[in-house]
């Protein structure tokens, strides 16, 4: 949960005043992202969402942000419009901080995702990642594979007090990584970070994205690979070769896999379990004194990277 | 803020699936009231305040605030009026809490009331206590003069860290108020807790009174001593005779105060500063561990009881 800046009335119709979407009739904070301020604006004009960014986000990536969020948007893909302001601006301020506001989308983030909404999430990442091709922002990976080893080195000797050997099996397995990570791959925009929490259905049909302050240019096949580890194991952590076969499939009839691709997707899901791992440990290590919010436990992608080292068999995806 | 208890998308479906509300669109956990956790519900229907009622709010006095708001908006108060599921009942159970739904009220707590603001506080406020001199319901104040000593000695010897001679400051001041204190002066249903972010504007225009968990029955005129102190001090600290002037001739403009109201309203004053005095210090200190709500500083209300203690003219009240 968040809402780490408060904002007064004063200070929100101030704001406001900037824009062509009438007068303010209500705001709430809410308990959404873990990075950012968020708050529910109603005005004459609808419902936005207002996003106040804190420190975490780097400011200078905001433009990539909200111009994909835009293109998107523009090429018919169900997320968040940036709202412009009188001067065409979609990035502001507001308390001090840099701030945008997006139009509110409905719909639910499912806990447990049925096989079925595995396969619409797949369809609409394969659209996204086809409408991303002629968006002409770049913005580098700052969690990709030559990031991984200096992030692990800043956890330093603590890495064993969350698990015995837990800094020889991630060691062992960037040497894995660094030997096998593929070249040559079709690249384009990625999400980065579509967890469930960040995909909204409506009954079964997906009828959004959001959060998109992960996004990246980087393997598009290996943004599938982190939805194989986020969204196709059961809730009691038992892999489900249903889920990743019905996701791959979905993501297959929008655009289809190389043979590369293909070959390449079971170290793309080692290497994404790694990365979330490797996240989820720092934060995990490193929770302030002051935190609101409890990071997650590493512990769910330390079984993730067990269960991954132990296929030989690729068809277990799905493949 | 809160948020206490998280639900799921299947809880919370399930839940909705007792009332006639249509399909569930989309929640979010909001960042409102500090003893509950508050959810922004949209359905087919509109938009609600789902409250699951956390362990601070006594179980047993749900349905007399329920029952309250719900005779309050019949009567033409703008609150939220409680919605009933299928069976006729307001009150239900989710994640295992009591749970209520409310409609949702459009407006914004104002941070700096206006004098003008603060006329139609009064008039808002007379509005509701006639309004609920019919209303059957019994709450005894849990909060009112015979807890206050009580609750002073259950801070201890404490009470001095938060100021030097703080302790012999209250102990001298309670003995003033249980000598004081008025009897047999008109009693009825009272918010008392009509704090700013308790009150919703629309410009100049109130649009509603929210968060009826401490209302109970008590001196009426008390309820209006609570708003002197929360409205008619500036930013700076200093009193506004002013703004204190217009709330109560707003309020008697719709229901006047009998002389002996008139005479007591100074000795409420003092009492409602000490007893919002008593609670904020015990608050600050039994601060848990795992506190995620920042308890607001008593020293703002030891001002304002020191403050009190030097009128003696009390036309300073606008009365």
Redesign the interface.
Known sequence: ?A?YTSI???QL?GFLADYNIG??????????GVENSNF?V?TDAGYFILTLYEKRVNADDLPYFIGLMDHLYRHGINCPKPVRNKAGEALGQLAGRPAAMVTF????????PSAGQCEELGKAMARMHLAGQDFTGYRKNALSIDDWRPLFHQSGNRVDTIEDGLGALIDCELDYLEAHWPKGLPEGIIHADLFPDNV?F??EKLSGFIDFYFSCNDILAYDAAICINAWCFDEGGQFSSTKAEKFLSGYQSIRKFSDEEKKALPVLIRGSAIRFLLTRMYDWLNVPDNA?VIPKSPIEYIIKVKFHQTITNFRIYGL
Do not use: P, R
Not at 105 to 112: A, E, H, P
């Open positions: 949960m809402v007064t009335d004063e119709t007068q303010l009739l209500s705001y709430k904070g809410i308990a959404e529910l109603h989308l409905d719909g639910l983030s499912v806990s447990n909204f409506l009954k609101i």
